[in-house]
């Protein structure tokens, strides 16, 4: 029997999406959504958060498309200029260079985030003694303000700092991490990865702790080795996870600020590490072309839009919810 | 948010708490029981200050409001010590004009121009912000400032008496003042007199060129006690640190006076900031900047000289530096330095204009600018208070005065920050963070894109 039909069978597995969501839906059994009657309520509970994204969300998205066909300067009243501002984007090499860099790092942040945290979360799934200290130790980065942490990122990659100290241990000459044009945005990702962990940690910790051990045992039987557990078992039932927080993490990297405005600005080493997001913020509020900036947020908007619908798109082929 | 290098101004008279507090115990205002508030004398120096601008007409100076009572809001970016210093500021104008209620707010420099732009989109700006000598024409010229010029004629207000170059960056293209400034900082050369005395060598003074520069620079470079210890640091994020005055030194300019012509791309302008380049590469007598910053290497006590701004002087004692000034070492072109005031400006939409204005004139009067010239951070613009307190308040401050008679005003014109970031983006990555191009190759590569942002 393979591990796959075995998935699909067990109503136990849907335990394995973890947390009280799960627990909810097997009371309900068949019903994926609320019953008859209790959509009133959801409606009601949910109407803050509904009021606050019509009022503050979609009112102004809806606003700056139309200012994206406009010259404002947030002061005098905007000039009707088409799609001028799209056109001029596609020409303007700050903003093409803000899109590479925004891709770049996508590219390498999301994968290199959910692979790290993936072993981090098992190799903290374990009954040892002072696990729960270590895991709140790996849960720290998660409630530390950003700029604490560019500051502190900020002295270990200085010339004198500690990455170059434990270089020189080992021989290897000192780098400018941040400084050399070529070096400051894979700096920023690392640290921007390291940021971001505990909050991927901690989903595929709980995936991973509902997993049920009868399936380990099950394939050990098999004569299963470490790997084939790990390949067979534990990646199949944690897709749901992984899904979720993939399409998290990609979302997140297409609209990365905090540590490019912090890392970045004092001192920026010329422009090499600007993204998108950085892009807007700079045009709209510094210089005055909110037209501009709001045209750039629709580009960006369309590129996750385009990437999201991928995304999900894929869920049948790899993500195992039963 | 955090934001290093703009310090600066946005650090300008922040940072200082204890000095402020062991400064300006002497001469503070205090404010008076009496009906009539008065100022309690100076202690040092500022007595013939208030006796000094003797003025017919009492609408000229401070405390005469006969307006309407109000409440206006004043905003100023910095921290909670400027807020502190601000607010006392604030407390004294207001016993010299009990009727008029002023709220002080503050932000840091980046989420400052944040708030003032949304607010000033939304018509709900503060009555009276702080303003910086670059950016004034960006909102100038968008009418979004009170035209101060009628209520300068009205009150017979003397703007002689405010220093000539600061009243200048704020006189619009119309002739008129939209605001006024408030302090200067100006730019020499600090020096650490022990590493000097350590080394028997004579401590820097006027006669002093960029050879000379280079040359002591490089006898101060050395090792002490495993660490090294720099000839020169400065900051080279920010053309106003030094660059600037390099390029003037040389004989070229950034922009012309219409402020449409671009000049940095000449080869004098490119001697300048080539000469910069050497003191970090060639005569390798000055730390390789790095983003994020070094830290002030000479307040730490770890570079010999220092080409910066006066706003440096309280950290710079609290740091305990046993420090003199000179003026900025010569160039080929003779000598130069950088001058930028920050103005206080009036919300066109204010619903209290008189008592805005009254704030405004107040500020750069003689009581209000001896306590900006106890802060030390910047230099009072009111002349008599320059030359009499400040000038005197500290070993140095002359020369910081005097460096207003070459001073060049900070360039400043509409859409100034889009051109300096892509002007500073290029000068960064290639010729201070890096050398991988001469200062003339990075500046002929950034040309074209600084024209096209000057045609706008």
Known sequence: MSIFSLARTGSVLRRARGGASASALERTGRHRGPRDGEWRWALLFLAPTLIGLAVLSAGPIIATLGLSLTSWDMLEPPTF???????????????????????????????LGLILALGLAMAVNQRIRGISWIRTMYFLPLVTSSTAIAIVWLWMYSPTGLFNNLGSVFGMSPQRWIANPTLALPSIIVMSTWQGLPANVIIFLAGLQGIPSEYY????????????????????????????????????????????????????????????VYFIYETGFRNFHMGLASAASWILFLIVAVFTIIYFRTQNRWVHYQ | MFRVSRVKRAMSLAAIATVFAAGCGSTAV????????????????????????????????????????????????????????????VDAFMSMNPTIKVNVTVADWDTYWDKLQTSLAGGNAPDVFLMDGPLYPDYQTRNQLLDLTP???????????????????????DGHLYGLPRDLSTIA??????????????????????????QVAGQLTKQVNGQTQWGFYTETTDMENYWSELVWQAGGDI????????????????????????????????????PGGTGDLFENGQAAME???????????????????????????????????????????????????????????????????????????NKDVLANVYAKSFDGAQTFADALAYAHLKPSFRGYNEFTTALQDELDSNVFNDNSKTAKAALDEVAPQLTKLLGQ
Not at chain 1, 265 to 275: D, F, H, L, M
Not at chain 2, 265 to 279: E, M, P, V, Y
Request: neutral net charge; proline residues 7%; glycine residues 8%.
């Open chain 2, 307 to 381: 080409a910066d701004g006066s706003w440096l002087v309280p950290s710079h004692i609290a740091a305990g530096i046993d420090f003199g000034v000179a003026p900025l070492p010569s160039g080929p072109a003779g000598q130069a330095t950088s001058v930028n005031p920050s103005g206080v400006v009036v919300y066109k939409g204010t619903k209290s204009p008189d008592a805005a204005w009254e704030f405004v004139k107040c500020y750069t009067g003689p009581q209000m600018q001896q306590m900006v010239a106890n802060l030390k951070a910047s230099m009072p613009v």
């Open chain 2, 30 to 89: 205090t404010p008076s029981p009496s009906p009539t508030p008065v100022l309690t004398a100076p202690a040092t120096g500022a007595s013939q200050v208030a006796a000094a601008s003797p003025t017919l007409n009492p609408a000229a100076s401070c405390g005469h409001y006969t307006g309407p009572a109000a409440t206006i809001s004043y905003a100023i970016w910095g921290d909670t010590t400027e807020l502190a210093n601000q607010q006392k500021i």
């Open chain 2, 189 to 214: 050369l600090f020096y650490n007199k022990k590493m000097f005395d350590a080394a028997g060598i004579s401590y820097p003074d006027a006669t002093w060129n960029w050879d000379k520069l280079a």
């Open chain 2, 151 to 173: 209520l300068i004629t009205r009150d017979g207000f003397d703007t002689s008496q405010l220093a000539n170059l600061g009243v200048q960056d704020f006189t619009a293209s």
């Open chain 1, 81 to 111: 200029v088409g799609i001028d501002n799209y056109t001029n984007l596609l020409g303007d090499a700050r903003f093409l260079t803000a899109l590479r860099n925004t891709f770049f790092y996508t590219a390498v942040s999301v994968p």
């Open chain 1, 217 to 276: 045992d099950a394939v050990s039987v098999d004569g299963a080795g470490r790997f084939a557990r790990f390949r067979y078992v534990t990646v199949p039932l944690l897709t749901p996870s992984i899904f979720f927080t993939g399409i998290l993490a990609l979302i997140g990297a297409f609209q990365v600020f905090d540590q490019i405005y912090v890392m970045a600005n004092p001192g920026k080493p010329g422009g090499a590490t600007i993204t998108l």
């Open chain 2, 255 to 290: 922009v012309g006076a219409d402020k449409k012509t671009l000049l940095i791309d000449s080869d004098k302008a490119a001697q300048g900031i080539q000469f910069l380049q050497d003191l970090i590469y060639k005569d390798k007598v000055m730390a390789q900047p790095t």
